[in-house]
């Protein structure tokens, strides 16, 4: 295949049970509908999703209060040894409650809130990754199917052929040698068509394993490729769509996460306390109340220090990642779009003109090599030059597509 694949996504469901029995295949928007729903991989993302959306509620709580029992003078005098509340000589009964330096609990929500967001893009980026995918996988099977098809079509003008020179043979006009070489031309055929099956199987277990489906899985084979919108191309280059991509934005999220835990960071200069309040029991009576105030001493900068230049380093990072993503996305955005302009170019030559030539040059080429006017090799070589034509033709188109699921993974745009 032309395209690498990811792997990582066609085969998260190869060895997962079979959720459909139906047959598919024959439509990429049922494809593309199905992947949306069974896909173990974007199962996978929308939990880790809302896992973290469940965290920005967690993020900025106040730890559990923490309540404290004390038993103090277990063996007061005259009486024997006593282990419970008011049986001592005095019980202290405390309850504290840990409270951050102002503005900790907001950042800590804040950065929460920011992961959240970049969960959530990247769901979508994982949505748009496996239409694309399923497109790729769509193009490549109806190239594989119409491949097979061809090489039917092109046995039985090499069937004709062979009988051609079979006749000639026996009239004295051929020779052996051409007789053989004819049939060696089928066997070739007849090799390329078992590499096509295989493939074929092979696209079959991807589609299946994509679609979290038994390798086994009936899959109909798809007769027409989808018309693609070139006017939808043409808003695309001339729009800001970088900045609408959720790859893009998840280097927001990651931009805003990483600043906001800078600024953390540096909060941790301040210290966090600890308050709480204790009844003092003698005996079955409360005879008084007692107050705290408790805190950590930020007094160790080195460890500080080292904390808040690798707060700062991982800003600079993201920032980075962000001006990268763009030159990424615009760089592989415009090879799409190159590989789109070739295939349409090549296709419109190759529907207007050649494919005709190549055809009416076959019908002469067989029609002199019966009337003894053209050599056997002559005869060969224009019927390799019309199949070189179709075969570019379903190559071509196949291409184009798969080009443009390039561009709909990137731009997460229906084309």
């Known amino acids: 295949m032309r395209k690498k694949m990811n792997y990582t996504l066609l085969l998260s ?17 049922s494809l593309q509908a199905a992947v949306q729903e069974n896909n173990p991989k974007l199962q996978q993302v929308i939990a880790e999703m809302n896992a973290a959306s469940a965290r920005t509620v967690s993020a900025g709580a106040l730890a559990d209060p923490v309540f404290k029992l004390e038993l103090m003078d277990f063996t007061p005098e005259g009486k024997g040894k006593q282990y419970l509340p008011g049986k001592t000589g005095q019980t202290k009964y405390t309850l504290m409650q840990d409270l951050p330096w102002y503005g900790k609990r907001d950042l800590q929500t804040s950065i929460a809130e920011q992961q959240a967001d970049a969960a959530k893009f990247k769901t979508a980026q994982t949505r748009n990754e496996l239409r694309a995918e399923i497109r790729r996988l769509y193009a490549q099977r109806y190239e594989t199917h119409q491949m097979y098809l061809l090489n039917q079509e092109i046995d039985s003008v090499l069937r004709q052929i062979e009988q051609t020179v079979a ?64 006017s939808e191309l043409r808003t695309l280059k001339e729009s800001e769509w970088v900045k609408q991509t959720p790859q893009w934005q998840q280097t927001v999220a990651a931009r805003n996460a990483a600043g906001l835990n800078e600024k953390l960071v540096e909060k941790n200069r301040y210290p966090d306390f600890t308050v709480g309040v204790t009844a003092v029991q003698s005996e079955q009576q409360l005879e008084e109340w007692e107050g705290m105030l408790q805190f950590n001493l930020p007094i160790n900068m080195t460890r500080r220090s080292a904390d808040e230049r690798e707060a700062q380093a991982m800003s600079i990072a993201a920032k980075a ?33 050649i494919r005709e030539q190549a055809a009416l040059n076959l019908r002469s080429a067989l029609q002199a090599y019966q009337n003894n006017q053209l050599t056997l090799s002559g005869l060969l070589e224009a019927e390799q030059q019309w199949l070189e ?4 033709r379903i190559q071509l188109a196949s291409a184009e597509q798969m080009a443009y699921a390039d561009i709909e993974a990137l731009t997460g745009k229906a084309l």
């Open 13 to 29: 469901g190869l060895f997962a049970g079979s959720v459909w029995a139906e047959t598919l295949g024959d439509s990429l928007i």
């Open 167 to 230: 006749t000639r043979y026996q009239q004295g006009l051929g020779t052996q040698q051409e007789l053989i070489q004819t049939q060696l031309n089928r066997s070739q055929l007849a090799k390329i068509q078992i590499d096509l099956e295989a493939q074929q199987k092979q696209l079959q277990t991807w589609t299946n394993a994509i679609l979290n489906r038994s390798p086994s899985a009936e899959l109909a084979w798809p007769d027409e490729l989808p018309a693609l919108s070139d």
């Open 321 to 353: 990642e962000q001006e990268q993503m763009s030159n990424d996305l615009q760089g592989e955005f415009w090879r799409a779009i190159a590989a789109v302009e070739q295939a349409q170019k090549q296709q419109q030559l190759l529907k207007n003109t």
């Open 389 to 392: 034509i179709r075969q570019s």
